[in-house]
């Protein structure tokens, strides 16, 4: 079964060549097309019942990580022995067996190609879901293939490799060298290249420094060692993606340097932690620690800004009614109290409302 999204490989030229080979190949394919950024449970429903149909032996997503997050859950839901796949998104960390998985990744992000997670969404009870689906057999990772990501998408795609980074950096850890420098090189190797991209689109070299900063960001690897962190931005843009479907890494960009200053302000003690992200990452030197704290989430933010991504929840049509609804949700089961700086639904509420 090939895989893909709205259309943007057909434009590139990509679908071609790919039907070429699989042609040349005398393999019988199926197509399922059409799979939505923030990937819909009606896709993987569409997609299993597909596979199950025509006998599909493998199959290959060609797309950025939502094509490939949803071909995941199809791979796994064809053995799924429920009859609901909204189910087994829910409870999915316990799959035995998926279908072959094969990718063509054109979107430098998520990390997709190189782990085993999948998020889909389910717009009738407004809820975004990640699970541990399967990891792909292969991953092709070739940098022309994402020459045509718009300005947009390539601002939101490193924003999204930042923030896997992040994430895991901002724990209470303080002797895991190899993971702090792993994670600095990849944040100082995007704050380098996206500029790059944004200017020229097809400077290879960019492309492939982000294309490799995507896959080694959402490893694990640079978290080795760690102590867990709740990944607290993520759990709170899948609500904002899950209410109003924006795009990931836009909500991610306006989140984090929200979420850095109240965690600062909440807990002074973890000021030694920006400190290192201040001088490291931005290259930035001051004798008040303070001071240079705050000056490293301004220099985040000034990054996003410039690459073009809008800043403000209000910009994307957001207002505050469903904040308290989406704190609950991004909250389950206390998750977020042991975040690297512990937050409850009150927190929650007023990030959100610190980014409109
Ligand atoms: O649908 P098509 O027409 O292909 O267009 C896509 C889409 O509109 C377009 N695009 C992709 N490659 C292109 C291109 N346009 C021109 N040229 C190309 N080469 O870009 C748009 C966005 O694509 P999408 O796949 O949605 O982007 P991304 O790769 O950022 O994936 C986002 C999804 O992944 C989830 C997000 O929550 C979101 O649902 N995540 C998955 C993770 C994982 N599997 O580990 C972790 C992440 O934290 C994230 O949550
Ligand atoms: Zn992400």
């Known amino acids: 079964m090939l895989a893909y999204g709205g259309g943007s490989i057909k434009k590139t030229g990509l679908y071609d060549t790919v039907k070429e080979i699989l042609d040349a190949g005398d393999f019988e394919v199926v197509e399922l097309s059409g799979i939505a950024p923030n990937p819909r449970i009606e896709s993987v429903v569409e997609g299993v019942a597909l596979c199950k149909h025509h006998q599909i032996d493998v199959i290959l997503a060609v797309g950025g990580g939502s ?58 009870t407004k809820e975004k879901l990640g699970g541990l689906f399967t990891y792909p057999t292969a991953s092709i990772c070739d940098p022309t293939y994402t020459f045509s990501v718009s300005s947009y998408q390539s601002a939101s795609g490193a924003a999204d490799i930042m923030s896997h980074i992040m994430e895991g950096y901002f724990s209470k850890t303080k002797d895991s060298d190899l993971s702090d420098e792993l994670a600095q090189g990849v944040l100082k ?16 070299s960019a492309r492939a420094n982000l294309m490799a900063c995507a896959s080694v960001a959402c490893s694990g690897i640079p978290e080795y060692g760690k102590a867990s962190t709740g990944w607290p931005c993520h759990a709170m843009e899948h609500e904002l993606s899950a209410y ?89 089961n206390g998750r977020l109290s042991n975040a690297f700086v512990a937050l409850n639904e009150q927190d929650i509420v007023e990030i959100f409302k610190n980014c409109l």
């Open 244 to 332: 109003y479907d924006i795009t990931h890494g836009v909500g991610l960009a306006i989140l984090t340097p929200s979420w850095m200053r109240y965690i600062l302000q909440k807990d002074p003690s973890v000021t030694w932690r920006f400190v290192r992200f201040a001088k490291e990452v931005w290259n930035l030197e001051d004798q008040d620690e303070t001071k240079i704290a705050y000056a490293g989430i301004d220099a985040l933010e000034h990054f996003f800004k410039e690459a073009g991504i809008p800043m403000r929840l209000s910009e994307l049509g957001i207002d505050d009614i469903y904040f308290e609804e989406m704190a609950r949700h991004a909250n389950r």
């Open 67 to 124: 094509v490939i997050d949803c071909s995941k859950a199809i791979a796994a839901g064809v053995y799924y022995p429920g009859e609901d796949l909204w189910e087994m998104v829910k409870t999915s960390d316990h799959l035995q067996k998926a279908l072959p998985l094969v990718d063509i990744l054109t979107l430098s992000a998520t990390g997709s190609e190189f782990d085993g997670g999948g998020v889909i969404s389910n717009l009738k």
């Open 189 to 204: 190797t995007v704050i380098k290249n996206l500029p790059i991209v944004l200017k020229e689109p097809d400077n290879y």
